[in-house]
């Protein structure tokens, strides 16, 4: 049985939610959000670069950093929560699958998962992966295996709040949709809704699918290829051209370590070197 919004505030407490919000590293005086910076395309950052000429003389803080010694970790005998901090703030910045699902009863779950990235595009395939807990199952990956329906949607900055509250790990009758305070759009092929506030949203079904862990009886992982069917794209972030997206109309947010979270707002070109 689904809880009704009333329901699911009361057990969001107000002090819990100023809590979450207001920890002692956001009480402290940090610039404001600048909504009006945008991304733009610069220079790349060494325009005399030249075949064979590696980390340019410009560059000398880094090149002499190189000196430096190296700290190794061994991660087959670093605990599990050290390899989380150290890979998450390390393999960055990552983007971030806003993904709709249903339980096989018709249950609505909301959720970001920052293990995603787009894999092929003939046929066009994205994965996401989901880190299991020992103390529930994941409710994404439940209703992706049971029902092999999803959506995945991209985060802007216009509804980054709303987004990371659905991370809550709420109890499964729990609507996340009331949580974030987002609003359902009906998919084309699949039943899981893609969000309305997103201006790219992939209705996906299930490819396949691939337990990992340390051993065959111990599963902490398992990654979700998704075969995508239809494309939502909101033609105000589209480019002149009509098929590429502007990043500075998307404004889309990633992930980096801990609880930080990263803006796009700047890029370069480089031209890819061609063998003659």
């Known amino acids: 049985m689904q809880r009704k919004a ?47 000429d590696g980390v340019l003389l410009s560059e000398r803080t880094w ?30 910045p990552r983007p971030i699958a806003f993904v709709s699902s249903l339980s096989a009863s018709g249950q609505p779950n909301l959720a970001p998962f920052s293990y995603f990235t787009m894999v092929a595009h003939n046929p066009p395939l994205i994965c996401v992966s989901f880190a299991l807990s020992q103390r529930r199952p994941k409710d994404t990956r439940e209703n992706i295996l049971s029902t092999r329906e999803f959506t995945v949607n991209i985060i802007s900055e216009s509804f980054a709040e ?11 009758d729990v609507d996340e949709w009331i949580i974030g305070g987002l609003s359902m759009a009906p998919s084309n092929d699949v039943k899981p809704p893609i969000v309305n506030e997103s201006a790219v949203s992939l ?14 009886d111990k599963i902490t992982t398992t990654v979700v ?31 980096l370590g801990g609880t930080t979270y990263s803006r796009v707002l700047e890029g370069f070109d480089l031209p890819r070197v061609s063998w003659k």
Do not use: M
């Not at 709303?162 to 499964?172: D, G, I, L, Q, W």
């Not at 069917?229 to 033609?235: L, Y």
């Open 6 to 52: 009333s329901t699911v505030f009361k057990t969001l407490s107000r002090p819990t939610i100023s809590r979450f919000y207001l920890s002692a590293r956001f009480k402290h005086a940090l610039p404001p959000f600048s909504p009006h910076k945008s991304f733009k395309l610069t220079a790349p950052p060494h325009p005399e670069w030249k075949l064979g």
């Open 63 to 92: 090149k002499d950093e190189e000196k430096v010694a190296r700290k190794i970790w061994d991660l087959q005998t670093t605990p599990p929560i050290d390899a989380y901090r150290l890979l998450v703030s390390s393999i960055i």
């Open 162 to 172: 709303a987004a990371n509250s659905t991370s809550v790990e709420a109890p499964s």
């Open 203 to 216: 209705e996906c079904e299930l490819y396949s699918f691939q337990d990992i862990g340390p051993s065959e």
């Open 225 to 255: 290829f998704g075969l995508i069917k239809k494309v939502h794209i909101r033609e105000s972030v589209l480019n002149e051209d009509g098929i590429t997206v502007d990043p500075a109309k998307l404004r889309p947010i990633a992930r």
